[in-house]
């Protein structure tokens, strides 16, 4: 069994250079598009992995009750299924928030503003016995994209890497699911596509739209150098060959 199942939200955040790296580990990508009219399995059975993408919807419902998009409910139960299944878990900025949601986490619009561009975030205490994390270095470079965050993580999550004004950057539940507020899988065209799409935004914040394109392409070579691994990582846990992998980590770190 070597096929991921990837759940992409939003048209605009495809897998990208996430689905090459995972391909070249030795996974195989299955893609779901909701946002298309593709229907979401009930339960990961005959997935070696479940890969969340972002997207420009919101994690949380309106003033109404109603979902930011209408598969939000199955995607949080296949969430749910992954880590009460130990089903290796991968879920990025969006995805993120969902896995958080779908697990009594807060997510809301962010108090602190936009988080737009390149940075770095810190890498807890937490991360040194993550099968993951452990060989990410301490202020890996990361690409920030996003308006809403993650204010309260799920009763036993681990924080594996925080910044400043945003202090859940990323998070393991139970000893296979990830999520990362960071987006690890754009490229140059990507994020050119986000900017002109975002004109307005960037324009409130002050920022020239060519300006963070450039500023985010010349940033991509040291995401790789980071992120690469950790991809590599991931697949060879789904695929079962991650030496050290095998048994449970404690839930709250300990």
Not at 36 to 42: C, N, R, S, V, Y
Not at 101 to 128: F, K, Q, Y
Not at 208 to 230: G, K, M, N, S, Y
Request: a negative charge; hydrophobic letters at 45%.
């Amino acid at each position: 069994m070597s096929t991921a199942l990837v759940v992409e939200n939003d048209p605009a955040d495809d897998v990208r250079r996430l689905g090459e790296w995972l391909t070249e580990a030795g996974l195989t990508l299955e893609i779901r598009r909701p946002h298309a009219g593709d229907e979401l399995p009930e339960t990961l059975d005959g997935y070696a992995a479940l890969v969340v993408l972002g997207g420009a919807q919101s994690a949380y419902p309106d003033a109404a009750g109603t979902p930011g998009a209408p598969w939000f409910p199955r995607l949080e139960s296949l969430l749910r299924k992954a880590v009460r299944h130990r089903t290796p878990t991968l879920a990025v900025c969006l995805g993120a928030q969902l896995l958080a949601t779908a697990h009594n986490g807060t997510v809301v619009r962010s108090p602190s503003g936009p988080e737009i561009g390149p940075g770095l975030v810190g890498r807890r205490d937490a991360a040194d016995t993550d099968p993951l994390f452990r060989y990410v270095p301490l202020l890996p470079d990361v690409l920030q994209w996003h308006l809403d965050e993650i204010t309260e993580l799920p009763a036993g999550a681990v924080l594996l890497a925080a910044s400043t004004r945003y202090p859940h950057q990323a998070f393991r539940l139970g000893d296979r699911a990830w999520g990362v507020q960071f987006h690890i899988e754009c490229d140059a065209d990507m994020i050119a596509r986000w900017a002109a799409k975002d004109d307005g935004l960037l324009a409130d914040l002050g920022y020239a739209p060519q300006d963070v394109v450039d500023a985010c392409a010349a940033a991509l070579a040291d995401v790789e150098e980071v992120w690469q691994p950790f991809a590599a990582r991931f697949a060879a846990l789904a695929l079962g060959t991650l030496s050290g992998a095998g048994r449970s980590l404690p839930l709250l770190g300990q």
